[in-house]
């Protein structure tokens, strides 16, 4: 079965650095996502992305966070200048279609960011 | 988008049958119940979706009354990994984010 795939899996950097998540979504699907869950919270919603442009974003989702998708396979989430609170996993997802009832949203394993 | 609650927590023993029940009162015609496990420290998974009656597949069992105010997801025979936590959401179109809540935390022990 197709799987949305993640590098890093595990990212350190240090508070103020710029990062780069990658993302490989599944190859026929057209919405893209991006989601964070800090360590024993719940998974929030940061950006969504479709037809090369942000559908919808989150409040989270300021100007220090952009999305890319730079080619016909990758897609990337930059945070410019990390804060501490940025730790959390990142996960990418993905989408195939327009109709509600067949596209489930299919998650990849994430990456863990630790900011120091 | 209708507002969904669940329980926290519940706990069961292997082999039982689990049953989750969510309430979504505020749910609108176009809205669907979809349902995703999440593994720690793993993405969340999709297991179930439907809009009324009933629906099932090789993981478990979605059942939705008429009303279509609650909806209750049925795991058969639980196993130790069935461990995880269970998330209940309504969605009504497609590339519309989905935004998650705390979910029910399964534990199955033996």
């Known amino acids: 079965e197709p799987e949305v795939t993640q590098t890093p899996s595990h990212q350190v950097t240090q508070m103020g650095q710029e990062v780069i998540l990658r993302c490989v979504p599944i190859?026929?699907?057209?919405?893209f996502y991006w989601y964070r869950q800090i360590l024993g919270q719940k998974v929030e919603f940061l950006v969504s992305f479709y037809n090369n442009e942000i559908s919808e974003k989150s409040e989270i989702f300021d100007d220090q966070f952009s999305v890319e998708r730079p080619d016909g396979s990758n897609f990337t989430l930059k945070i410019r200048s990390t804060k501490l609170e940025d730790s959390a996993m990142y996960f990418c997802?993905?989408?195939?279609?327009?109709?509600?009832?067949?596209?489930?949203?299919?998650f990849g394993n994430g990456t863990r960011l630790t900011v120091t | 988008l209708a507002k969904t609650t669940q329980p926290i927590s519940m706990d069961s023993y292997e082999g039982q049958e689990v049953n989750i029940t969510c309430s979504h009162n505020?749910?609108?015609?176009?809205?669907?119940i979809t349902w995703y496990q999440q593994f720690p420290s793993q993405g969340p998974r999709f297991i179930i979706q439907?809009?009324?009656t009933k629906v099932t597949n090789e993981v478990a069992s979605l059942f939705i009354p008429a009303d279509r105010k609650s909806s209750t997801l049925s795991l058969p025979r639980v196993s130790l990994s069935d461990t995880a936590v269970y998330y209940c959401l309504v969605i009504n179109q497609a590339g519309t984010a989905l935004i998650f809540g705390k979910g029910t935390t399964l534990s199955v022990s033996s």
């Open positions: 439907g809009y009324k």
């Open positions: 997802a993905s989408s195939e279609n327009l109709d509600v009832a067949n596209s489930p949203l299919h």
């Open positions: 190859s026929n699907h057209l919405y």
């Open positions: 505020n749910i609108a015609t176009n809205d669907y």
